[in-house]
């Protein structure tokens, strides 16, 4: 916890103009400029993991050993601000297995800095696009899925109030050493205030190609957008496409591929080789049935996160797996990694604690 004197800095500092007021902060450490400098060899070009469109990702091991991620803001930039207060706020008072936690941040020396625990396995999209060097299977992939759905439900369903996240996508969900699945960057998050719990009225941000055309089109964050956007992430779970690859989006091209009437409903072609095509994909379909059923074009009519974390759980049973157990082995035993294969960490274009946002201002004519 903060001490006093750190959060009378802390006040004195914020400016309320640019970020929305002084965050109220629970659990989190509120770190010296100082004190993160020693952590990270003064900010080192070795300890530097990552880049993007808040700053730079730092590596650092705290005096007690554990390992951080600090995400540093640009010096000659104030953007971001609000996206820095709100990720303080809400990661202080929300903690699940599978969300990033917040260890800290640092409002210091006009620095602003986020300091997460530091999960090792990098994103889902590093191992989903090979650069990680890990093999994924059918059974590694619906823990993942299950893993990431039941961060959402848990933000959406026991946080007081709701948040919806409405930035979901494959390199905002990380993977720890057990290949446990953990849902990150806040930045963009939403809180569901008392005064109205169905729905916030908001400028349109989000990531092109995950985005709900729901809310697009209407301004109005919901649940359900969130919804649409882990359908997304399941369809790239399976296929490990991009969400829009020459100019045609994933969505369309299951649909246009799909045959209900044959295995596997005629997707061969389009699924990712790496998932074991020469075994038995058991569930697949009602994998993607549940996929198509969250990316529906009428929001109400998509499941809620607690349907889907009970579907997935279902395709688990049916193929003979306790959806309730942790994966046994460390991420050594899961690898498929060639000698001298980077850290997943070292793509810049890809680190999920620092990812760009498409952000639209909706304009009706």
Not at 113 to 128: A, F, H, P, Q, W
Not at 261 to 266: A, I, R
């Amino acid at each position: 916890m903060a001490s006093n004197g750190f959060c009378v800095k802390l006040v004195a500092l914020w400016d309320p103009t640019t970020s929305g007021g002084v965050p109220q902060v629970k659990g989190a450490k509120a770190f010296s400029f100082e004190e993160l400098g020693k952590c990270t060899n003064n900010f080192s070009e070795t300890n530097n993991i990552g880049i993007g469109g808040y700053g730079m990702v730092y590596r650092g091991s705290l005096p007690n050993g554990q390992l951080i991620a600090i995400k540093r803001a640009k010096q000659d930039s104030t953007q971001g601000a609000l996206e820095f207060k709100t990720e303080i706020e809400l990661l202080s008072r929300v903690h699940h297995k599978n969300l990033v936690s917040l260890v800290g941040f640092c409002f210091d020396q006009g620095e602003q800095m986020l300091v997460y625990e530091y999960i090792v396995n990098g994103t889902v999209k590093d191992s989903l696009s090979g650069r990680s060097g890990m093999r994924l299977d059918w059974t590694r992939r619906l823990r993942i899925a299950l893993g990431a759905a039941k961060g959402l439900q848990y933000m959406h369903d026991l946080a007081d109030p709701p948040i919806i996240h409405r930035d979901v996508k494959t390199n905002n969900i990380l993977l720890d050493e057990r290949l446990v699945a953990k849902v990150a960057d806040f930045g963009l998050s939403k809180s569901l205030g008392d005064a109205n719990r169905t729905h916030v009225t908001t400028q349109v941000k989000g990531t092109m190609g995950y985005m709900d055309p729901e809310y697009y089109m209407t301004q109005q964050l919901t649940e359900k957008s969130d919804v649409y956007s882990f359908g997304i992430v399941l369809l790239e779970l399976i296929t490990a496409r991009n969400p829009i690859e020459r100019g045609k989006h994933i969505v369309r091209e299951v649909r246009q591929a799909m045959d209900k009437s044959k295995e596997l409903y005629n997707l061969n072609e389009v699924l990712d080789p790496t998932i074991g095509l020469s075994s038995q994909l058991k569930g697949m379909e009602r994998f993607v049935d549940l996929a198509l059923s969250c990316v529906g074009e009428i929001g109400s009519e998509r499941p809620t996160m607690s349907d889907i974390v009970k579907e997935i759980e279902g395709i688990m049973e049916l193929m003979g797996l306790n959806p309730h157990a942790e994966s046994a082995a460390n991420s050594a035993g899961y690898n498929d990694r060639s000698r001298g294969s980077e850290h997943p960490y070292t793509n810049d274009n890809l680190f999920a604690y620092s990812g760009h946002h498409f952000s639209i201002k909706f304009d009706p004519k």
